[in-house]
């Protein structure tokens, strides 16, 4: 989850050189309930990871450089 589209884009871009995903995440936006301004929207980057190679504390780390976070589903 993180705090706007640039962001998003750029940790997208990112996520293939520092682990190596090779299909491109998908970008969401994550309207706030009742809001339809963009500005009060987060976005997030689906990565898919069914076989569990990325480790939780690294996507931590990673997302938190753009003022992110990892949420699970």
């Known amino acids: 989850m993180l705090p706007d589209r640039d962001a998003a884009e750029e940790a997208a871009e990112a996520l293939g050189e ?9 970008l969401v936006r994550d309207a706030l309930a ?3 301004d963009a500005e009060d929207a987060q976005w997030l980057v689906v990565v898919e990871d069914p076989e569990s190679r990325l480790a939780a504390g690294a996507l931590d780390a990673f997302a938190a450089e753009w003022d992110g ?5």
């Open 18 to 26: 520092r682990f190596g995903v090779t299909e491109e995440p998908q």
């Open 69 to 73: 976070w990892r949420e699970e589903q």
């Open 34 to 36: 009742g809001e339809d």
